[in-house]
């Protein structure tokens, strides 16, 4: 089973819409998570972290599901800016921190 | 915004020639990593490194492969004999926290292409 797994996309949807991803894990011993957004060639860059109890910045609102392993990202009012890749990292605890990636979720946000 | 600066944005070597890759971090930041991304591929981590020793590494950071943190800023990548599979996206990134609760500071990463 990997590690961290994301379903790929890509997600096409017209803006102003809401869209969700889900990105399931492994470990459970998994102690910190995070979403990041990549634009094509480029860096990854932090979204949001994602608390046990969730947590909102503005459009975009973060889960945590430690029962089922899955973190959750729900994007409100879709602009056609957040068009990226959307990238699930879940960082272990108990002696290793060597964080996990998973492959990202495309999005497309269309007029 | 203090940014992770790498150096240079893309490197063109011959297979078996040696590079280094570059990194500034954050000045503030204790932790620097190194991961790789080949393209169309996920982000995989390389190596960790805090107070000046390696933290951890994955099983792509062999032998062929060291880090250095030579003057205090550089944090700097080696590739001794570089293969066609080593084709990627390096970037570099810094965080604060052993547990990067805030998250990592990637850099803008180094394409390599090696021919």
């Known amino acids: 089973r990997k590690e961290v797994e994301q379903d790929p996309g890509p997600f096409n949807v017209p803006e102003g819409a809401t869209v969700a991803f889900n990105c399931t894990y492994s470990?459970?011993?998994?102690?910190?998570f995070f979403w990041y957004r990549q634009d094509c060639r480029k860096e990854p860059k932090l979204l949001m972290s994602v608390y046990s109890s969730g947590n909102e910045d503005g459009r975009f609102t973060a889960q945590l599901n430690r029962a089922s392993q899955y973190i959750s990202l729900l994007i409100r009012d879709s602009k056609l800016s957040d068009s990226a890749t959307y990238l699930c990292v879940v960082i272990p605890s108990g002696g290793s921190y060597i964080p996990t990636f998973g492959r990202g979720t495309s999005l497309i946000v269309h007029p | 915004e203090p940014e992770v600066t790498q150096t240079p944005s893309h490197q063109v070597t011959q297979m078996g020639q040696e590079v280094i890759l570059r990194c500034v971090p954050i000045s503030n930041h204790l932790y620097f990593y190194w991961y790789r991304q080949i393209l169309g591929q996920k982000v995989e981590f390389l190596v960790s490194?805090?107070?000046?020793?390696?933290?951890?590494k994955s099983e792509i950071f062999d032998d062929q492969f060291s880090v250095e943190r030579p003057d205090g800023s550089n944090f700097t990548l080696k590739i001794r004999s570089t293969k066609l599979e080593d084709s990627a996206m390096y970037f570099c990134?810094?965080?604060?926290?052993?547990?990067?609760?805030?998250?990592?500071?990637f850099g803008s990463g180094t394409r390599l292409t090696v021919v």
């Open positions: 990134a810094s965080t604060f926290n052993w547990d990067s609760y805030y998250g990592y500071t």
């Open positions: 490194f805090y107070n000046n020793e390696i933290s951890e």
């Open positions: 470990n459970s011993a998994s102690q910190s």
